[in-house]
């Protein structure tokens, strides 16, 4: 279970993490949908598709993704994409 603050929002950034937000939908008590994130929205989209509406959003940038966020999860492959996907935020 997943004890936050009332309030809090979650974001999970996904790459390689379809069964953690499979888990995290389906166990946890969630009053807040959480935003999804891929480099390929289109992966993103079908995740959500198979999912319970209303507990996920997609978003179509990363930027998008943690503005709404107080908790970001992601796993990438490698420095690169650490650094693809976090730059717009470091430079804001």
């Keep these: 279970m997943i004890n936050r603050r009332s309030g809090d929002k979650q974001a999970l950034l996904t790459c390689k993490i379809k069964g953690m ?7 946890a008590d ?3 949908p959480i935003v999804l994130y891929n480099r390929t929205t289109a ?3 079908a995740l959500a598709s198979s999912l319970p509406v209303g507990k996920v959003k997609v978003a179509k ?4 993704c943690v503005a709404e966020a107080d908790i970001i999860m992601t ?3 490698d420095d690169n994409a ?8 470091i430079q804001k």
């Design 82 to 89: 650490v650094k693809e996907i976090s730059g717009d935020c």
């Design 30 to 32: 969630l009053d807040k």
């Design 21 to 27: 937000v499979k888990n995290l939908v389906e166990k």
């Design 75 to 77: 796993c990438v492959g």
């Design 61 to 64: 940038t990363f930027l998008e």
């Design 43 to 45: 992966r993103a989209e």
